[in-house]
């Protein structure tokens, strides 16, 4: 079993940056790929970016392509998101993930899940 806890979140302007820490905990940790989504009321649940545990490669989503960067310390057993150019669109609640597999294809093969933690982008 692994526990995932974010924090990070908080308001910003846009334009400015965030960074969302991930942190894991539990049996063997560091053998999950970790990904980010992120949640509106409303609009569901959107995959942001995830790095893989077998070979730290990150796969993202083109609408955070460029702007969001993840990446992980498996010594500490933390994943990060850093989020530039922020925009009033990636107002949401994050969410970070976990999967045994090195390449999940869906949100339905991530077994472990954070509680969140709100981003607010407003001037």
């Known amino acids: 079993q692994v526990q995932l806890v974010e924090s990070g979140g908080g308001l910003v302007q846009p334009g400015g940056s965030l960074r969302l820490s991930c942190a894991a905990s539990g049996r063997d940790a560091r053998l999950y790929t970790i990904a980010w989504f992120r949640h509106v009321p409303g609009k569901g649940r959107e995959f942001l970016a995830y790095i893989s545990y077998r070979d730290g490669r990150a796969t993202y989503a083109d609408s955070v392509r460029g702007r969001f960067t993840i990446s992980r310390n498996n010594v500490e057993n933390v994943a990060y998101l850093q989020m530039n150019s922020l925009k009033t669109e990636d107002t949401a609640a994050y969410y970070c993930?976990?999967?045994?597999?090195?390449?999940?294809?869906?949100?339905?093969?991530?077994?472990?899940w954070g509680q969140g933690t709100q981003v607010t982008v407003s001037s």
């Open positions: 993930a976990g999967s045994g597999r090195s390449r999940p294809s869906d949100s339905s093969q991530y077994s472990f």
